[in-house]
Each structure stands twice: as structure tokens, then as C-alpha cells.
């Protein structure tokens, strides 16, 4: 046993080990700890990286995760935001927002100096916080590499047990406690002490960056060489941006290099031998560079006088006659990174007059100093208190220091599903989550945030058809699917080309598509109460339909509900029938394919074979027929029979020649995408399975009664052929669709009896 012991403690001694020279190894790799001088050479090396600004750093990350296609001309996303975070994991749509973000730090840079705070302003559940959150990790990411490295700095102060020799200036002692050279490394500094040999160590509160340790104008001399030998260009035509000429030490920074200076009359290489420079990495969680400052906090700065600090009782005698004060608060904390104002209109006024000059001026008026500050300062705030906000008479002051920025809910139910992707998996733990339940519960939501188009808006060619846009063909226009068939081909084409001026109607106005609605948090809510509705085994979409009749029922609760209906558009109830519908429609199809009556490719190869004789027909080309060998004119019966099937109204000639158009107009949007027929004319292949089906209903509707038989008493009177079928479509709707059985059964019976109800023939 004490073998076993010692082995055990062995193998712990030897992981600790292991562990030590790991985090020597990368400790020494990041260089944390250097003297001025090494520091020095990494600003020759990289001068724009080393010298950059808080807003500078914020646009440098977002341009080092870079960004990636979105496709489909709908143009592209930063990978930021991409990063999958512990919680929250990343965050879903908002490029327009994202992007708004982006030029405006583009905006400071360019002038040099952050003068506005960015108001992110939207409906509650809108992902405002989320998408500050996710810049903040991006900094604390790229802050752990080598192109990210952020340096601040430490004075240095030995010891007597580190000395030998008095040192001298040169007008005599001056209260080092006997300093020797010979306590400095090779560069002449005492950066690399040992901490025995360290009386006192006075780190920078403001995190200040080190170039401002090079005074002026050897500080923009040298920054202009620098800059120039990297850019080619001469030191003179270099520009440096404003805050590199200012005096950006803090007050005890600077009174401390002024008394080293005087003490050793004038030698700025022996004041900076004091310095040690350390590396940081921005943090959230520790407050290191990002900083949030939640909505009852009213004091944001605060100084306090050091008395009995021991790092200050140690400081040589020289610079007891400092008064130090240290500077504390989320203002300080944030300093060279990412301030954060939660819900910031919530505060009284009065607790954020303050920023007018802050924002404005990127300075703090301290008790005992005017501390200048660079940071980016972000705020959230809902449309309620904004609206509030803008009714004070000092709204005028603050609009011009803030820069609002809207971040309105998601329209589109693929993005909406994806804010759901980790719920849906926990709650798949212990319940089930049957197909189509969460899209057509994301389809309700964002149809619950459309807002019903204005036709006056567009041309008057377009006003009839715009006003035909209900909510649920909105949804589809939003994320490219087919409109038909409740749009003809050529309303179609004008919908789509009217697509984006669709989209941008609201963009700008206080009433903006996308404030109003379902908010996520309400849809995660009803998320988990499916998941513990005792009534079911498993979340199906009737489990959906369930609580949302449930949560409808109550106006007074959820804002959204209130407004009286416009259209077919702000009725939540009639929205829960329209996905009802859908799921009849969409189940019918399943089931219908899970029978195998006809192979699935035969009705594809179908609808491709009056594709290319439509083509033909109206290119007045030929068909090779590879069974003569020939060329073949157009197969007219083939064509007449499929227009039979699907009914087209009008003459032939005009149907095939906007078929040829559907064609060409799907290739200008697509570009680069291979050719789905079966997608491009879903409608027409729809039509074409239907036909088939109705022509086998009385099949159809003995495999229904059979699959509801299964398990039943009423299962003695079903033939074993027809068991087999059932059977046979159970397997089939669940190895191709993921239906268990017990959700094809319920889906089954909605089915039936919604199609009764609405007098649509199974």
C-alpha cells in the first residue's frame, strides 16, 4: 500500500513537473516580463502594432478572425462572431449590426480618437449584450497571440540585500539604499529581479501604454523612423495618429518619472532601468481592459490616497514627498480596451451626465488629476427607455455624443433556429424533439415580427403585388424559397428582385420591422415548457401548437399581442393556424413518399424530361434521342400531359416561355450552384406527385387506417399485407424523416383530422 502511495505521490510529483516547465516554457515564449530595452526593439520591429489605440486594437481584431461568404448575394460575416463562447455559444445573424460596429470604429480610427459612445438599441432578447460580449472574447483571443500583445508597465525599486555600493547621481546619493550596477542585467535594468531583491513595486493603475515612457519629440522622431522603414516611405509623409503626441502617463506615472529624472539629473536611461514592462491579456471575467458597468452602479471612477500601502512605505526616500493616489472603478479597469454600459438608460441621468464631456473629451476629471482614457465605450439599452430617453430636454446634448446603432430581432427562421440549436439538445436529453417541431415554431416567431408592407413605398407597378405579401410568403422571400404557388412565375421574379428594398423598408424608421414580436427569450420559455408538457412522450409539433394556443390566450402578458391585426400581419393566433396547415401539408408529403409506392426519382426524372423538351421547344432546337440515335423534335404529348397534370392557366407558348425564365433568373442568383431542378420547380414536381397520389386514394387511405390500427384491437381486422405496408411506412418515416413511432402516429392523426376540418381530402 505504501508503495501504491508512493507512486501515486510520484506520479503527482512528476504532473506537477510536467505542468511547471509547460507554463516556464510558455511563459518565457509570450515574454510577460521584459526590460524597457527589449520592449523598445519589438516597437522598432512592429511600431503600428505596439503604439495602436483602444479602437484601433477593437477593428484589428475583427480584422484578424477575418470574415467569411455568406452566399447568395447576401454578402459576408465576420468570424468573430463565429467564436463559439462557453455559455452562449456564437451568435446567430445581426451582420448588419456587426457591420455597423465595424465602420464606426473604422470612423475612429480614421479621426484618430474615440468621441462617441455606440448605443446598441433594440427590443429585449435581441442578442445586444450577446454581441458585445462576443467582441470582448475576441480581444481576450487575439490578446494571446503574438500579433495581439498588449504591453503595460511596473517600476522596479530594489532592495538593500540587492546592493553593494552606494550609486550616485551626479549631485550625490540619492536614497536608492545603496543601488549598485551591478544589480541590473545586460540592458542595465532591474526588470528581471528576482522578487527578494524588489523593495517596491508600483504597477501602472491605467495600464499606461510604455511608448509614453519615450519622452517627446524623440518619442514621434523615432515612431516616424520606425513607421516609415516599415511602409517605405519617408519619415515625414508618415502620419501618426493624435494620441501618440499626447501625454498619456497617468499623474503618479508621470511624477514619479520626473522625481527618477531630476534624481539622476536628466539620465532618461537610468529612470528606465526602473521599468518593467509586463505583457496583459484583456479579460471579462478578471476586468482586465473590458469592464461592464451594470445599471445600479452609480460611481464609475474613484481615487483613493495610499497611506499604508507597503509597496509605497518601501519607495525611496526621493519620492516620499509624492502624494499617491490610486484610481479605481470600472472607468479604470476598462482603460486600453472595451467599456460596457448594461441597460444604461435605466441609470437616473444625473449618474451618466458625466459622459458628455468623458465620451467627448477621452478624459476623467479625478480629485486630484484629469486622467486621460482610452477605451471604446459600448452601451445596451431597450426601445422603451430610448423612447423615453429622447422626450428630456438633454437629449440633444447626448444624441450627438452617442452613435446608434439598432439591433432588431432575427426574420428569418433558419437564423431563429439556430439561437436554439443547445437548448433543443439538452431538452432532446430527456425529451425527444419530433421533426419540424422547432422550425415551425421559428416560422410563428418571425412571422410575429413582420411588419405588413407599405405599397406607396414602391413603384407603382408593384404596389398590387406587394400588397398581396402575406406573412408567411414574407418568411419564404426572406430566405430565397419558392413563392408559388400562391405567387404566379412572373410575381415571382418581381418579388425577388424587389427582395432587398423589402427588407430595407423599415430600416431607419422608429417603427422598424423587427422591434415588435416574439422575443427569444419567450420562445426558449415555451421550449421548455414542450419539454415538460406530461402529456406527451415526445415534442411534437401538436406539443408546439399546444402552448402556443396557451400562451396567445393571455394579451395582457406579452406586448406583442396587443397590437390589433393589419392585414393578415400582428395576429399571432391566425399565425398558429397558418403552421398547422403547413404541418398537415408537409406530413402528408412524408407519408405519402414513406408508402414507396413510386420510387422518388422517378418523378424527378419525370419533371426533368419536360424541363429539356420545354427548353427545346421554345429554343426551337432538337433532342438527341439516344435509343435512334437521332435528333428528335420536342415530345409535345409528353409536354401537354404534364400541363394537364399541374394545370396551367393561359396558352402553352407564354407557361413554357416563363419556365425558360424561372431557369435563367435561378442562374443570375446563383451563379456558382449546381442546378436542382427538383428545387428550382418544386412547385411543379409537387403538383406531379399529387396528381399520382389522388390517383391511388383509396391505397393511400388503407395504409392510413392500417399504421392507426397497428397496436390496437382493430389491428385483428387489418390483412397481413396491409400490416406490412404500415409497418413498412412506419420504418420509412423514420429512417428517412427521424419520426419514432409514437410521433408518426400523433402526426398521423393531426393530420387526418386537420384536413377534415379544412375539407382537404387525404
Same mark, same amino acid.
Given at each position: 500500500?505504501?508503495?501504491? /502511495?508512493?507512486?501515486?505521490?510520484?506520479?503527482?510529483?512528476?504532473?506537477?513537473?510536467?505542468?511547471?516547465?509547460?507554463?516556464?516554457?510558455?511563459?518565457?515564449?509570450?515574454?510577460?516580463?521584459?526590460?524597457?530595452?527589449?520592449?523598445?526593439?519589438?516597437?522598432?520591429?512592429?511600431?503600428?502594432?505596439?503604439?495602436?489605440?483602444?479602437?484601433?486594437?477593437?477593428?484589428?481584431?475583427?480584422?484578424?478572425?477575418?470574415?467569411?461568404?455568406?452566399?447568395?448575394?447576401?454578402?459576408?460575416?465576420?468570424?468573430?462572431?463565429?467564436?463559439?463562447?462557453?455559455?452562449?455559444?456564437?451568435? !446567430?445573424?445581426?451582420?448588419?449590426?456587426?457591420?455597423?460596429?465595424?465602420?464606426?470604429?473604422?470612423?475612429?480610427?480614421?479621426?484618430?480618437?474615440?468621441?462617441? +459612445?455606440?448605443?446598441?438599441?433594440?427590443?429585449?432578447?435581441?442578442?445586444?449584450?450577446? $454581441?458585445?460580449?462576443?467582441?470582448?472574447?475576441?480581444?481576450?483571443?487575439?490578446?494571446?497571440?503574438?500579433?495581439?500583445?498588449?504591453?503595460?508597465?511596473?517600476?522596479?525599486?530594489?532592495?538593500?540585500?540587492? $546592493?553593494?555600493?552606494?550609486?550616485?547621481?551626479?549631485?550625490?546619493?540619492?536614497?536608492?539604499?545603496?543601488?549598485?550596477?551591478?544589480?541590473?542585467?545586460?540592458?542595465?535594468?532591474?526588470?528581471?529581479?528576482?522578487?527578494?531583491?524588489?523593495?517596491?513595486?508600483?504597477?501602472?493603475?491605467?495600464?499606461?501604454?510604455?511608448?509614453?515612457?519615450?519622452?517627446?519629440?524623440?518619442?514621434?522622431?523615432?515612431?516616424?523612423?520606425?513607421?516609415?522603414?516599415?511602409?517605405?516611405?519617408?519619415?515625414?509623409?508618415?502620419?501618426?495618429?493624435?494620441?501618440?503626441?499626447?501625454?498619456?502617463?497617468?499623474?503618479?506615472?508621470?511624477?514619479?518619472?520626473?522625481?527618477? +529624472?531630476?534624481?539622476?539629473?536628466?539620465? !532618461?536611461?537610468?529612470?528606465?532601468?526602473?521599468?518593467?514592462?509586463?505583457?496583459?491579456?484583456?479579460?471579462?471575467?478578471?476586468?482586465?481592459?473590458?469592464?461592464?458597468?451594470?445599471?445600479?452602479?452609480?460611481?464609475?471612477?474613484?481615487?483613493?490616497?495610499?497611506?499604508?500601502?507597503?509597496?509605497?512605505?518601501?519607495?525611496?526616500?526621493?519620492?516620499?514627498?509624492?502624494?499617491?493616489?490610486?484610481?479605481?472603478?470600472?472607468?479604470?479597469?476598462?482603460?486600453?480596451?472595451?467599456?460596457?454600459?448594461?441597460?444604461?438608460?435605466?441609470?437616473?441621468?444625473?449618474?451618466?451626465?458625466?459622459?458628455?464631456?468623458?465620451?467627448?473629451?477621452?478624459?476623467?476629471?479625478?480629485?486630484?488629476?484629469?486622467?486621460?482614457?482610452?477605451?471604446?465605450? +459600448?452601451?445596451?439599452?431597450?426601445?422603451?427607455?430610448?423612447?423615453?430617453?429622447?422626450?428630456?430636454?438633454?437629449?440633444?446634448?447626448?444624441?450627438?455624443?452617442?452613435?446608434?446603432?439598432?439591433?432588431?430581432?432575427?426574420?428569418?427562421?433558419?437564423?431563429?433556429?439556430?439561437?436554439?440549436?443547445?437548448?433543443?439538445?439538452?431538452?432532446?436529453?430527456?425529451?425527444?424533439?419530433?421533426?419540424?417541431?422547432?422550425?415551425?415554431?421559428?416560422?410563428?416567431? !418571425?412571422? /410575429?415580427?413582420?411588419?405588413?408592407?407599405?405599397?406607396?413605398?414602391?413603384?407603382?407597378?408593384?404596389?398590387?403585388?406587394?400588397?398581396?405579401?402575406?406573412?408567411?410568403?414574407?418568411?419564404?422571400?426572406?430566405?430565397?424559397?419558392?413563392?408559388?404557388?400562391?405567387?404566379?412565375?412572373?410575381?415571382?421574379?418581381?418579388?425577388?428582385?424587389?427582395? $432587398?428594398?423589402?427588407?430595407?423598408?423599415?430600416?431607419?424608421?422608429?417603427?422598424?420591422?423587427?422591434?415588435?414580436?416574439?422575443?427569444?427569450?419567450?420562445?426558449?420559455?415555451?421550449?421548455?415548457?414542450?419539454?415538460?408538457?406530461?402529456?406527451?412522450? /415526445?415534442? /411534437?409539433?401538436?406539443?408546439?401548437?399546444?402552448?402556443?394556443?396557451?400562451?396567445?390566450?393571455?394579451?395582457?402578458?406579452?406586448?406583442?399581442?396587443?397590437?390589433?391585426?393589419?392585414?393578415?400581419?400582428?395576429?399571432?393566433?391566425?399565425?398558429?393556424?397558418?403552421?398547422?396547415?403547413?404541418?398537415?401539408?408537409?406530413?402528408?408529403?412524408?407519408?405519402?413518399?414513406?408508402?414507396?409506392?413510386?420510387?422518388?426519382?422517378?418523378?424527378?426524372?419525370?419533371?426533368?424530361?419536360?424541363?429539356?423538351?420545354?427548353?427545346?421547344?421554345?429554343?426551337?432546337?432538337?433532342?438527341?434521342?439516344?435509343?435512334?440515335?437521332?435528333?428528335?423534335?420536342?415530345?409535345?404529348?409528353?409536354?401537354?400531359?404534364?400541363?394537364?397534370?399541374?394545370?396551367?392557366?393561359?396558352?402553352?407558348?407564354?407557361?413554357?416561355?416563363?419556365?425558360?425564365?424561372?431557369?435563367?433568373?435561378?442562374? +443570375?442568383?446563383?451563379?456558382?450552384?449546381?442546378?436542382?431542378?427538383?428545387?428550382?420547380?418544386?412547385?411543379?414536381?409537387?403538383?406531379?406527385?399529387?396528381?399520382?397520389?389522388?390517383?391511388?386514394?383509396?391505397?393511400?387511405?388503407?395504409?392510413?387506417?392500417?399504421?392507426?390500427?397497428?397496436?390496437?384491437?382493430?389491428?385483428?381486422?387489418?390483412?397481413?399485407?396491409?400490416?406490412?405496408?404500415?409497418?413498412?411506412?412506419?420504418?420509412?418515416?423514420?429512417?428517412?424523416?427521424?419520426?419514432?413511432?409514437?410521433?408518426?402516429?400523433?402526426?398521423?392523426?393531426?393530420?387526418?383530422?386537420?384536413?377534415?376540418?379544412?375539407?382537404?381530402?387525404?
Amino acid at each position: 500500500m505504501l508503495k501504491g /502511495t508512493g507512486d501515486m505521490e510520484l506520479d503527482a510529483a512528476q504532473a506537477i513537473s510536467e505542468l511547471s516547465r509547460q507554463h516556464r516554457e510558455h511563459f518565457q515564449k509570450q515574454r510577460i516580463i521584459l526590460p524597457f530595452a527589449e520592449y523598445l526593439e519589438l516597437v522598432r520591429e512592429n511600431p503600428l502594432a505596439l503604439t495602436r489605440s483602444a479602437a484601433a486594437y477593437m477593428r484589428d481584431t475583427f480584422d484578424h478572425f477575418g470574415q467569411r461568404d455568406l452566399g447568395k448575394n447576401q454578402g459576408s460575416r465576420f468570424k468573430l462572431f463565429d467564436i463559439n463562447r462557453e455559455k452562449t455559444g456564437p451568435i !446567430v445573424g445581426g451582420e448588419p449590426v456587426q457591420d455597423e460596429i465595424y465602420n464606426v470604429l473604422q470612423a475612429f480610427v480614421r479621426q484618430g480618437y474615440v468621441n462617441k +459612445l455606440i448605443l446598441l438599441h433594440g427590443p429585449n432578447g435581441s442578442a445586444k449584450t450577446s $454581441t458585445i460580449e462576443a467582441i470582448a472574447s475576441g480581444m481576450q483571443k487575439y490578446s494571446e497571440l503574438p500579433e495581439g500583445a498588449v504591453y503595460s508597465f511596473n517600476w522596479i525599486f530594489p532592495n538593500d540585500k540587492a $546592493t553593494q555600493a552606494p550609486l550616485k547621481g551626479d549631485s550625490g546619493p540619492i536614497g536608492f539604499g545603496a543601488l549598485s550596477e551591478k544589480n541590473a542585467d545586460i540592458h542595465g535594468s532591474y526588470a528581471l529581479l528576482d522578487d527578494t531583491q524588489i523593495a517596491s513595486k508600483i504597477s501602472s493603475d491605467f495600464k499606461d501604454n510604455p511608448i509614453y515612457l519615450i519622452p517627446m519629440p524623440e518619442r514621434e522622431q523615432w515612431l516616424r523612423k520606425w513607421i516609415a522603414a516599415h511602409q517605405g516611405r519617408r519619415p515625414e509623409d508618415v502620419e501618426l495618429p493624435p494620441h501618440i503626441k499626447q501625454s498619456g502617463l497617468s499623474k503618479r506615472n508621470q511624477l514619479i518619472f520626473e522625481n527618477l +529624472l531630476n534624481a539622476y539629473d536628466g539620465d !532618461v536611461a537610468k529612470v528606465l532601468r526602473h521599468v518593467q514592462i509586463e505583457r496583459f491579456f484583456y479579460s471579462r471575467q478578471y476586468r482586465v481592459g473590458i469592464s461592464t458597468v451594470e445599471p445600479q452602479m452609480a460611481v464609475d471612477a474613484v481615487e483613493k490616497q495610499l497611506t499604508m500601502d507597503r509597496n509605497i512605505a518601501n519607495m525611496p526616500s526621493l519620492l516620499h514627498n509624492i502624494r499617491y493616489y490610486e484610481a479605481q472603478g470600472e472607468l479604470i479597469e476598462a482603460n486600453r480596451g472595451l467599456l460596457e454600459f448594461s441597460d444604461l438608460l435605466k441609470r437616473p441621468l444625473e449618474s451618466f451626465k458625466y459622459l458628455l464631456t468623458t465620451v467627448e473629451k477621452s478624459s476623467i476629471s479625478l480629485p486630484s488629476s484629469t486622467a486621460n482614457l482610452d477605451m471604446v465605450f +459600448l452601451a445596451t439599452t431597450n426601445e422603451k427607455h430610448l423612447d423615453t430617453f429622447k422626450t428630456i430636454p438633454d437629449f440633444s446634448s447626448f444624441r450627438g455624443r452617442f452613435e446608434l446603432i439598432t439591433v432588431p430581432y432575427l426574420l428569418r427562421p433558419s437564423q431563429e433556429m439556430q439561437i436554439y440549436t443547445r437548448d433543443v439538445e439538452a431538452l432532446s436529453k430527456t425529451r425527444p424533439f419530433a421533426p419540424h417541431a422547432l422550425k415551425l415554431l421559428c416560422i410563428w416567431a !418571425v412571422m /410575429t415580427r413582420y411588419k405588413q408592407p407599405d405599397p406607396e413605398y414602391y413603384d407603382s407597378n408593384y404596389r398590387s403585388l406587394v400588397a398581396k405579401l402575406d406573412p408567411r410568403s414574407k418568411a419564404r422571400l426572406y430566405e430565397d424559397e419558392p413563392l408559388r404557388p400562391v405567387f404566379k412565375n412572373a410575381e415571382e421574379s418581381q418579388l425577388r428582385e424587389l427582395r $432587398t428594398r423589402i427588407m430595407n423598408e423599415s430600416v431607419g424608421l422608429v417603427v422598424y420591422e423587427g422591434r415588435f414580436g416574439a422575443s427569444p427569450r419567450e420562445i426558449k420559455q415555451l421550449l421548455q415548457r414542450s419539454a415538460q408538457n406530461a402529456h406527451h412522450q /415526445t415534442v /411534437t409539433p401538436m406539443v408546439i401548437f399546444e402552448e402556443l394556443e396557451r400562451l396567445t390566450k393571455d394579451r395582457t402578458v406579452y406586448e406583442f399581442l396587443q397590437f390589433e391585426p393589419r392585414g393578415k400581419y400582428h395576429d399571432a393566433a391566425q399565425f398558429i393556424g397558418v403552421i398547422k396547415d403547413e404541418f398537415a401539408d408537409i406530413f402528408e408529403i412524408e407519408t405519402l413518399k414513406a408508402m414507396s409506392m413510386v420510387a422518388e426519382e422517378e418523378y424527378e426524372k419525370l419533371l426533368s424530361r419536360y424541363i429539356e423538351n420545354v427548353v427545346a421547344e421554345v429554343k426551337r432546337e432538337k433532342i438527341y434521342n439516344t435509343a435512334s440515335e437521332q435528333y428528335e423534335p420536342a415530345n409535345q404529348n409528353l409536354m401537354q400531359e404534364i400541363e394537364k397534370i399541374i394545370g396551367i392557366q393561359g396558352s402553352s407558348e407564354r407557361h413554357r416561355e416563363g419556365m425558360l425564365s424561372r431557369l435563367a433568373s435561378w442562374r +443570375l442568383d446563383h451563379p456558382r450552384d449546381e442546378l436542382d431542378i427538383s428545387h428550382v420547380f418544386q412547385d411543379i414536381l409537387a403538383r406531379i406527385q399529387e396528381h399520382y397520389h389522388a390517383q391511388h386514394k383509396n391505397v393511400v387511405q388503407v395504409v392510413y387506417q392500417a399504421m392507426l390500427a397497428l397496436g390496437t384491437e382493430d389491428e385483428r381486422s387489418v390483412s397481413d399485407k396491409d400490416k406490412e405496408a404500415a409497418r413498412e411506412t412506419y420504418r420509412e418515416l423514420d429512417r428517412r424523416f427521424g419520426y419514432d413511432e409514437i410521433s408518426a402516429r400523433e402526426s398521423l392523426k393531426f393530420m387526418l383530422k386537420h384536413n377534415k376540418k379544412r375539407k382537404k381530402p387525404s
